[in-house]
């Protein structure tokens, strides 16, 4: 278990990668942090940082992008309960056993959200309140048929890109998340 109970601020980035025997990854005082990457956890089972509210990279770090991937794992928990942006990518694919995404009702801007190959995955409600994405890629989540949590995104004309919705359980065009097309 890695538990960082008294870290407040992280200016620059958080990376776990092949990450073994680890099951948990747990900051529960982060408010602000510049970017999280964490892959192939075959034993991780949660992630949860629930008092963040921005991933922003100030500075240079990876030539000035934000960004949130959790790529390659098995998880079962996710906390990000109060994070409200992302100023860049938000990525997660890989994860074959988590079949609802929950943990990010607050969010409400990501510069790129991308969710891709969740076997598992059947609805990604958690996405409510964004108001602002730039590009829109979701693909190859053979299970979900659920894409409410973007029907706000799509009614109130705020994906600004690229919408890529393919290879899912259910692909709406972007006019059919508007309407009452976002589910089965």
């Known amino acids: 278990k890695m538990y960082m109970s ?10 776990y990668e ?4 680890l099951e948990n990854i747990e900051f529960p005082s982060v408010t602000n942090l510049g970017a999280v990457k964490v892959e192939w956890g075959a034993n991780l089972k949660s992630i ?3 008092t963040l509210n921005s991933v922003q990279v100030s500075g240079n770090i ?10 390659g794992l098995e998880i079962i928990e996710i906390d990000f309960n ?6 860049g990518n938000f990525q997660l694919s890989s994860n074959d056993v988590l079949t609802n995404l929950k943990g990010f009702d607050q ?4 510069e790129n959200l991308m969710i891709s190959s969740n076997y598992g995955l059947q609805s990604i409600s958690t996405f409510g309140n964004l108001t602002s994405v730039n590009n829109l890629d979701v ?19 705020a994906i600004n890109g690229n919408y890529e919705v393919a290879d899912n359980y259910h692909n709406p065009t ?3 998340l508007a309407s009452n097309g976002c589910s089965l």
Do not use: H
Request: net charge negative.
């Open 174 to 176: 972007k006019e059919e």
């Open 48 to 50: 949860k940082f629930p």
């Open 18 to 21: 092949n990450c073994g025997e």
């Open 107 to 110: 969010l409400t801007s990501v």
């Open 62 to 71: 990876y030539e000035g992008n934000s960004y949130l991937d959790l790529g």
């Open 82 to 87: 109060q994070l409200q942006t992302i100023d």
């Open 6 to 15: 008294n870290l407040e601020l992280i200016g620059g980035s958080i990376t």
């Open 139 to 157: 693909s190859y989540n053979n299970s979900l048929s659920d894409l409410c949590g973007l029907q706000n995104l799509a009614k109130n004309g």
